[in-house]
């Protein structure tokens, strides 16, 4: 099993799920001696939402937008004979192996939409879900923290949706390029001339080479085969043309200036 470049930690104890979301996670601690949000193989929206997660943090990254860290989670489905919500055992034992962890960050907070983030940062994470055409960060579901101080994009597994079609072939990178991004409901839409002034040195740091180490983050175990793209090295080369033609095309999708009024 290969675990990509991201540091690979086995999972110690199951501490209790987190049920604000649909997949359910759970917080886990580690061997390491840290504690981590675990996003399960197993769960009903598969590996792929693992590596969307993997792919836009690495992103965030590149575009300073601060994102928690990410470790592989190496899961025995032992684990699950000592908790006794079924729910939680089958999800384990359909978890074995490879997981994403994501760092738990102690005394963070979800983001009030009352208070005013720093303008510029505001508008990198807006850039940031447009460019990936993340879908879940509206007004009733922010997926940001505040941690000492500074905000955290979370939860990026809504994001590149075009994958999810691929089960037919990977696709044409053209279409994703040109599809437009609704950003009327998203909860930092007030910053889009933030994001607009940005554009061009956004778009700069996300070269060929940059897109290609946040895909070399990604495990081999994640990279579900598909017609044309049957194996891990070929997927990831995929998504690096997918979001190469994003970024080179016409910003159909970049929200406009006049959004924030």
């Known amino acids: ?49 693992l590596v969307a997660e993997v792919v836009v943090a690495g992103l965030a990254r590149l575009l300073e937008v601060p994102t928690p860290d990410q470790v592989v989670l190496d899961l025995d489905p032992e684990i699950a004979r000592y908790e006794a919500d079924e729910e939680v055992q089958d999800l384990i034992n359909a978890s074995a192996g490879l997981n994403l962890g994501i760092d738990f960050l102690p005394g963070s907070f979800g983001y009030d939409p009352t208070s005013a983030p720093d303008a510029d940062l505001a508008g990198r994470v807006l850039w940031l879900d447009a460019f990936t055409a993340n ?12 941690w000492r101080g500074t905000l955290q994009a979370i939860d990026h597994g809504a994001s590149l949706y075009f994958h999810h079609s691929w089960s037919g072939g990977p696709g044409d990178p053209a279409r994703f390029a040109a599809q437009p991004y609704d950003a009327s409901e998203h909860i930092l839409r007030g910053f889009a001339p933030q994001a607009a002034a940005q554009d061009a040195e956004l778009a700069a740091r ?36 997918f979001l190469a033609a994003r970024r ?7 929200p406009a200036p006049e959004m924030a009024s």
Do not use: H
């Open 248 to 254: 080179d095309g016409g910003r159909a999708w970049l």
């Open 206 to 241: 996300l070269t060929d080479d940059a897109l290609a180490q946040v895909l070399a983050d990604v495990c081999d175990d994640w990279l579900d085969p598909v017609p044309g793209a049957e194996t891990p090295e070929a997927l990831r080369e995929r998504y690096v043309a």
């Open 1 to 49: 099993m290969s675990g990509g470049r991201m540091e690979q930690v086995k999972v110690t104890r199951y501490v209790t799920p987190l049920r604000e979301g649909g997949s359910l996670p759970g917080i886990v601690e580690a061997e390491d001696l840290g504690t981590y949000v675990c996003k399960f193989r197993g769960a009903g929206q598969g590996t792929r939402v």
């Open 135 to 146: 879908v879940d960060r509206s007004w009733r579901n922010p997926n940001l923290l505040v």
